[in-house]
């Protein structure tokens, strides 16, 4: 028991320490705030009432004239003077007895300010320990647990918990003692589940995905073992199937392998400084060239816009919004690809189309790996495309904004920082 006093007595006197220095920190940046506010206040009084008897003696302030002060042996016999052009004084004026006001006023100020630090000072040392209480607290706790002696008998009930822990249950000790431990070991718990549960899900969901195409190349090479070498239709049928499915197969294991080599850490961005305008005006041409059955726009502000950014990766994300809405827009109809600054101050990609839109129950998980909304469905697609975009922009510190309706289309924006001048 003693020693436990005697720690808190230490604890104790260690804290009023940090709070006298805190203290003595702010008396003095209060002070220095003071002194140079004093400072100023004066050198805008002396010329305020320089110029005023300058206007009153000689009835207008003039810039082109000639201003200086000047002493004559001591302090009594500083004076300000002004001249015109011609070397004309036209002006006169003793300083001392003004000075000397200026100096009891400001002395009077100083006193008055002195008063209020010292005054305040305990008030200071409150709202400092009021601040440190929090810290204090956990700086006890943290000693506390520090010295707690744990007993072979309390690592026997924790080894005891752990070998009995079932798959989904939460451990429980029992003992005050170690519920921080409890508590950090089953919010690790929590965590390794809840990865678990994420790759199962996506080891399911690619072998789902990678069934169906395996199951049409089986198909059609047992139909062409069968009767291709026989039947040139048959042949033709079989040979246009496996180049569509291995083309498939071929674009979702990139796509698997891109995610994977993300999640590793072993996808590096190599961001320079780019031309937002030029990086659609790009994407733009190509879609002009490669996709003749719908009408593009492009829009863009005439100043440029610059960001820091992998130009590559970028145009990537970009072409997986404008694959989308040409998959989901009906032929002829319009897909818009413009460039802007946000409100925000941030810059933007936008993809808009008049496609089939998304319902709002949908918009919560259409980042989500495989995720198919039922209107999607019906057309040809792997569900990664707008995981790997999410995981571009992530990495160039941004953000998507989006603006959907079922059977009305919808607005992407890439939000990324815009480059500073």
């Not at 004066?42 to 320089?50: Q, R």
């Not at 496996?242 to 999640?263: C, I, N, P, T, Y």
């Not at 057309?379 to 990495?395: M, N, Q």
């Given at each position: 028991m003693?020693?436990?006093?005697?720690?808190?007595?230490?604890q104790?006197?260690?804290m009023?320490?940090i709070v006298?220095?805190?203290?003595?920190?702010?008396v003095?940046k209060?002070?220095m705030?003071?002194?140079?506010a004093?400072?100023?206040?004066?050198?805008?009084?002396?010329v305020?009432?320089?110029?005023?008897w300058e206007f009153?003696?000689?009835g207008t302030?003039?810039?082109?004239?000639h201003?200086?002060?000047?002493h004559?042996?001591n302090?009594?016999k500083?004076c300000?003077?002004?001249?015109?052009?011609?070397?004309?004084r036209l002006?006169e004026?003793p300083?001392?007895?003004?000075?000397?006001?200026?100096?009891?006023?400001i002395g009077?100020?100083?006193l008055?300010?002195?008063?209020?630090?010292?005054?305040?000072?305990?008030q200071e040392g409150?709202k400092?320990?009021?601040?440190?209480h929090?810290i204090n607290?956990?700086?006890?706790?943290?000693?506390e647990?520090?010295r707690?002696e744990f007993t072979?008998?309390k690592y026997?009930?924790?080894?005891d918990a752990?070998?009995?822990?079932?798959p989904?249950?939460?451990i429980?000790?029992g003992?005050?003692?170690?519920?921080g431990?409890?508590a950090?070991?089953?919010n690790?718990?929590?965590?390794m589940r809840?990865?678990?549960r994420?790759q199962?899900?996506?080891?399911?969901?690619a072998?789902?995905?990678?069934r169906?195409p395996?199951?049409v190349?089986?198909?059609?090479v047992n139909?062409?073992a069968?009767?291709g070498?026989e039947d040139e239709k048959?042949?033709?049928?079989?040979?246009?199937?496996l180049?569509?499915?291995?083309?498939h197969?071929?674009?979702?294991?990139?796509?698997?392998?891109?995610?994977?080599?993300g999640?590793?850490?072993k996808?590096?961005l190599?961001?320079?400084?780019?031309?937002?305008?030029?990086?659609?005006?790009?994407?733009?041409?190509?879609?002009?060239?490669?996709d003749?059955k719908h009408?593009?726009?492009?829009?863009?502000e005439?100043?440029p816009i610059?960001?820091?950014a992998?130009?590559?990766?970028?145009?990537?994300?970009v072409?997986?919004?404008?694959?989308?809405?040409a998959?989901?827009t009906?032929e002829?109809?319009?897909?818009?690809l413009s460039?802007?600054?946000?409100?925000?101050?941030?810059a933007?990609?936008?993809?808009q189309d008049?496609?089939i839109g998304m319902?709002?129950?949908?918009l919560?998980h259409?980042f989500?790996?495989?995720?198919?909304?039922?209107?999607a469905?019906k057309?040809?697609g792997t569900?990664?495309g707008?995981?790997?975009?999410k995981w571009?922009?992530?990495?160039?510190?941004g953000h998507f904004e989006?603006l959907s309706r079922?059977?009305i289309?919808?607005?992407?924006?890439i939000?990324?920082?815009?480059q500073k001048?």
């Amino acid at each position: 028991m003693g020693k436990e006093k005697k720690r808190g007595n230490t604890q104790t006197k260690k804290m009023t320490s940090i709070v006298r220095k805190l203290q003595w920190y702010m008396v003095r940046k209060k002070l220095m705030y003071y002194i140079s506010a004093d400072f100023l206040i004066s050198c805008l009084l002396a010329v305020g009432w320089l110029l005023e008897w300058e206007f009153v003696q000689i009835g207008t302030i003039s810039v082109s004239n000639h201003r200086k002060v000047i002493h004559l042996n001591n302090i009594q016999k500083w004076c300000y003077i002004v001249e015109n052009k011609q070397g004309e004084r036209l002006l006169e004026l003793p300083l001392y007895y003004f000075l000397c006001v200026l100096g009891i006023c400001i002395g009077i100020i100083l006193l008055l300010q002195f008063i209020s630090l010292f005054t305040s000072f305990g008030q200071e040392g409150k709202k400092i320990r009021t601040i440190l209480h929090p810290i204090n607290d956990i700086a006890l706790k943290a000693d506390e647990l520090s010295r707690k002696e744990f007993t072979g008998e309390k690592y026997h009930l924790i080894e005891d918990a752990i070998s009995k822990l079932q798959p989904e249950e939460e451990i429980s000790f029992g003992d005050k003692d170690l519920q921080g431990i409890e508590a950090a070991m089953n919010n690790l718990l929590y965590r390794m589940r809840e990865v678990n549960r994420q790759q199962a899900r996506f080891v399911n969901d690619a072998s789902h995905e990678l069934r169906t195409p395996i199951a049409v190349i089986e198909g059609y090479v047992n139909m062409l073992a069968r009767w291709g070498t026989e039947d040139e239709k048959v042949l033709e049928e079989s040979i246009a199937a496996l180049q569509r499915e291995s083309g498939h197969m071929k674009h979702l294991v990139e796509q698997l392998l891109f995610l994977a080599r993300g999640d590793s850490g072993k996808t590096q961005l190599e961001l320079k400084k780019i031309s937002l305008k030029e990086c659609m005006q790009e994407i733009y041409e190509e879609s002009l060239l490669i996709d003749e059955k719908h009408v593009y726009r492009f829009r863009s502000e005439e100043s440029p816009i610059m960001v820091m950014a992998d130009s590559g990766m970028l145009k990537q994300a970009v072409r997986i919004l404008v694959d989308n809405a040409a998959k989901y827009t009906k032929e002829q109809e319009e897909i818009i690809l413009s460039v802007g600054r946000t409100e925000q101050g941030e810059a933007y990609l936008q993809v808009q189309d008049s496609g089939i839109g998304m319902k709002t129950e949908d918009l919560k998980h259409m980042f989500e790996r495989f995720y198919r909304a039922d209107d999607a469905r019906k057309y040809k697609g792997t569900g990664l495309g707008l995981s790997i975009a999410k995981w571009i922009v992530e990495r160039h510190g941004g953000h998507f904004e989006i603006l959907s309706r079922s059977e009305i289309g919808s607005r992407i924006r890439i939000c990324v920082p815009l480059q500073k001048e």
